[in-house]
């Protein structure tokens, strides 16, 4: 069966501080890939999504980037946090079906 | 990106009561998903519906897709303190990319 991984869970960073959040999935080959932010207002805003290795198209432009260095891995980065990328950020995944599956999440707060 | 219109924002309750949410948008889909999220967690995929008109059932929950395609709606029967949470219906018309809804947030008063 397939599952999703986010890591960490959990990152408390500070203001002007460097960010990389990883996404793995596994039991799966050449899945869809995408990260989203849901803000306090519970909306979830698509960020990224790839569609294969080094494959990346963006939805909104923000001081976040994406790569996909590897099939089943999605990394989201940052040179230099904003107290507004504060937020919980999903990783979701999804091959062959029209569907969406999340991960667990990594909640980022920046002070 | 395109929101979808979801109502109501919030519903308070009484256990054992039905529920009633729906979901609109001003696109045709071929796809409506419904999730159901707790706090602090990623959203679960509850159901998915591929073809207008279609029903379908999980349990006490049962979505249908909208003969108009412009629409979605999602029933739970007999609610139980255990559906708290946030309910999320996601459209496409790809397969590929999803646009979500702003979420229904369901408390159960026991």
């Known amino acids: 069966s397939q599952t999703i991984h986010q890591w960490p869970a959990t990152l408390v960073q500070p203001v002007g501080s460097p960010l990389s959040l990883e996404c793995t999935v596994e039991?799966?080959?050449?899945?869809?890939l995408y990260w989203y932010r849901q803000a306090a207002g519970r909306g979830l805003q698509l960020l990224f999504y790839?569609?294969?290795?080094?494959?990346i198209s963006s939805e909104v432009p923000q001081n976040l980037s994406a790569s996909r260095p590897q099939d089943r891995q999605f990394i989201l980065s940052s040179k230099k946090l904003l107290l507004s990328d504060s937020g919980f950020y999903l990783c979701?995944?999804?091959?062959?079906?029209?569907?969406?599956?999340f991960g667990p999440g990594t909640r980022l707060l920046v002070l | 990106g395109q929101q979808l219109n979801q109502s109501p924002q919030s519903m308070f309750i009484q256990e054992g009561e039905d529920v009633s949410m729906n979901c609109t948008s001003s696109?045709?889909?071929?796809?409506w998903l419904w999730y159901k999220q707790d706090p602090g967690e990623g959203p679960v995929l509850l159901i998915a519906?591929?073809?207008?008109?279609e029903l379908t059932s999980n349990g006490r929950l049962t979505a249908q897709f909208g003969i108009t395609r412009k629409d979605s709606f999602l029933n739970i029967s007999a609610s139980i303190p255990s559906d708290v949470g946030i309910y999320f219906c996601?459209?496409?018309?790809?397969?590929?990319?999803?646009?979500f809804g702003t979420g229904t947030s369901l408390t159960v008063i026991p």
């Open positions: 979701a995944w999804n091959a062959g079906i029209e569907t969406q599956y």
């Open positions: 039991g799966t080959s050449n899945p869809n």
């Open positions: 790839s569609v294969g290795i080094g494959q």
């Open positions: 696109s045709i889909f071929n796809t």
């Open positions: 519906l591929y073809k207008a008109g």
């Open positions: 996601a459209g496409s018309n790809t397969g590929n990319q999803f646009y």
